[in-house]
């Protein structure tokens, strides 16, 4: 495969590296909002949540349009919340799956290293 192809998927996936970026993008679901509404909702200065919009934006991932003062952003491809609901899928399988060794890991006793 074309090494542009991965590095492009690489950048993609970066931009998704950030948990108030996922927030937003979770907040996006179905809907546009208003910046100030992601200020509100979120508890984060509106000066952090442009930076991570930006990073998204050049991303492609969601796009803006403004009405009068407000700015009002969309999700560009709702297939984003297939790769959301993917991971979430993978990370509760990794949580059940750690839980489940340690429920058949015998105790430790006293001082005993478990290996």
């Known amino acids: 495969m074309d090494e542009r192809l991965f590095s492009m998927e ?8 950030h948990p108030t970026r996922v927030r937003i993008l979770k907040h996006l679901r179905g809907c546009e909002k208003c910046v100030c509404e992601f200020t509100e909702d979120l508890d984060v200065e ?19 349009r403004k009405e ?9 491809y709702p297939q984003i ?3 959301l609901d993917l991971v979430e899928e993978i990370i509760v399988s990794q949580v ?5 060794l340690l429920k058949k890991s015998p105790p430790k006793k006293g001082g005993e290293k478990h290996e």
């Open 68 to 76: 009068g003062l407000k700015v009002v952003y969309k999700i560009n």
């Open 10 to 17: 690489a950048e993609f996936f970066k931009a998704l590296a």
């Open 81 to 83: 919340f297939e790769i």
């Open 96 to 100: 059940n799956d750690t839980l489940n």
């Open 46 to 64: 509106q000066s952090n949540i442009s930076q991570h919009l930006a990073i998204l934006r050049k991303q492609d991932i969601v796009s803006f």
